[in-house]
């Protein structure tokens, strides 16, 4: 166990499952206590015990983040924070006819007015001990129109823009925000997008194949460490790469 995190407490939004998960054994890995926050409260359990089985410290609260008065709870649950990460979001795929009103409420509101409340929350601390690092998931789609996906990509389009906004608001006082934006993952949410799904969409990357979910972890845990300390309003993608157009044969 590396201890470049030691004395750190992070909270880890959806770290029940997916990126999250691999996010949460990441950062206890480097020595941070861990707050485990998802809705399900046996793989909250499986989670922690898996950290600190490895030697690491955690503990889990669960949340309903599409309920503000909830990540208002989570956030005085979780105290005080150095490290936040905006992981949790959800992406059902829908063509725009098809999407209700409740649809889209559930999508704005778990992935871009949870992170909004979290760091209201939260941010003061950092900004008063001086030092802070948040990061947000962003995805591909928040660039590239992807079918399906109009107001997920809105969704965090937007909290891509929060991200370069708080990085300006709060960087000269010493807290950070940045965004990984990953291309398609082998994840929980993403094991129903149909045989074969996930692994088509990765053979459209440059590297031809989905990432692990630990592949997206690292450079989160890099953007959340010391290491990262001059890198501040970025928002990095781990894609594996656009490919290249190449001429027709
Ligand atoms: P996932 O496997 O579906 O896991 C989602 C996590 O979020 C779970 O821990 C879940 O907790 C939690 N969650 C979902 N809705 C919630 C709610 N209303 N309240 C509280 N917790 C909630 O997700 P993932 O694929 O790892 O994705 C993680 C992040 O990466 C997301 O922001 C996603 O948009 C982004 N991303 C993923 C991909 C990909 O290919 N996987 C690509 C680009 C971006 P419970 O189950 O315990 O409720």
């Known amino acids: 166990m590396s201890n470049g995190l030691s004395g750190r ?3 880890v939004t959806g770290a029940t499952a997916g990126i999250g998960y691999a996010v949460a054994l990441q950062l206890a ?9 998802g809705r399900d409260a046996e793989r909250g359990a499986k989670t922690v015990q898996d950290i600190e089985n490895a030697g690491g410290r ?3 609260v669960a949340a309903d983040l599409s309920d503000a008065d909830d990540v208002r709870r989570l956030a005085d649950e979780a105290g005080e924070v150095d490290i936040l990460i905006n992981n949790a979001g959800i992406y059902p ?3 725009t006819f098809d999407t209700t009103d409740a649809d889209f409420d559930a999508q704005i509101n778990v992935n871009l007015r949870a992170p909004y409340v979290l760091v209201q929350k939260l941010v003061p601390g950092m900004l008063a001990r001086g030092e802070g690092a948040v990061v947000n998931l962003s995805t591909v789609a928040a660039s590239t129109p992807a079918d399906g996906a109009g107001i997920y990509g809105a969704s965090k389009a937007g909290l891509d823009l929060l991200t370069k906004s ?3 608001e709060f960087g000269a006082r010493g807290v950070r925000f940045n965004a990984v934006s990953p291309g398609p993952t082998k994840t929980a949410g993403t094991a129903d997008f149909g045989p074969d799904g996930i692994e088509a969409m990765g053979r459209t990357t440059a590297l031809g194949r989905a990432a692990d979910p630990d592949e997206i972890a690292s450079a989160i845990t890099f953007l959340a460490s010391p290491a990262a300390s001059y890198i501040n309003g970025a928002i990095l993608d781990v894609d594996g790469g656009r490919p290249a157009i190449r001429p027709v044969a």
Request: aromatic share 10%; charged share 15%; proline share 5%.
């Open 9 to 11: 407490t992070a909270l």
């Open 29 to 37: 890995a480097q020595g941070a206590e861990v707050v485990v926050h």
């Open 166 to 168: 708080w990085a300006d």
């Open 58 to 60: 955690a503990r889990f």
């Open 93 to 95: 795929v829908a063509p």
